[in-house]
C-alpha cells in the first residue's frame, strides 16, 4: 500500500508541480553559476547508495559535507538558497527519486554518503532496512536541531510503528512546519 501511495501521489504531485518547479529551475539558473539541480550521493535502503536531486541551493564550490560541519553555512548559500532551503523547495526534485523506487515519501532522511557515524548507528539498529523518505519522523520532531542519537532514535521509533495512518500523520505535521517554518536552522 505504501509503494501504490508514494507513485500515486508522486505523480499528482509532479503534475500539480511541473510550473513552479521550472521556475525554481530557471530561477536557480539565472542566479547562479552552476546547473540547477544538484545530484547528492545518499545512503538508501541497505546502505545502497543512490544519487538523489535536489535544486542547488548552495554555491557549486561549497564542501560536501553536513551543513551543519560548515563554517558559516549562509556563506555558501546561493542568492535564492537560503529561501529554497526554507520553505523546503529545494527537496521538490526529489519527487523523481521517489518514482524511481530510491526514496518514499515518509521514511528516515538518507544520509550523506560520509556521514559515517549517521550510517553505523542506523545500521546497528536496523534502520537501513527502511527506503528512506522526503521527510520522516525526525524531521517533524526537531530536523537540524536534533543529534545524531536522537535522529536515530527516532528513526527505531518510526521503524517500530509503521502505519498508513502513521505516515499521513507525518505528513500533516511537515506541511505544518514548513509552512511555520519550524526546525530549519540553515
Known sequence: MKHSFDLFFGVLL??????PMLFIFIAVRLTSKGSAIYWSHRVGKNNKIFKMPKFRSMLIDTPVVATHLLDKPSSYLSPIGGFLRRSSLDELPQLFSVLKGDMSFVGPRPALYNQDDLIALRKEKGVDELLPGITGWAQVNGRDELSIPDKVALDVEYLNQQYFWVDMKILWM?????????GVSH
Do not use: G
Not at 509532479?14 to 510550473?19: D, E, N, T
Open 174 to 182: 511537515t506541511f505544518s512546519k514548513i509552512v511555520k517554518r519550524d
Open 14 to 19: 509532479l503534475l500539480f508541480l511541473a510550473v
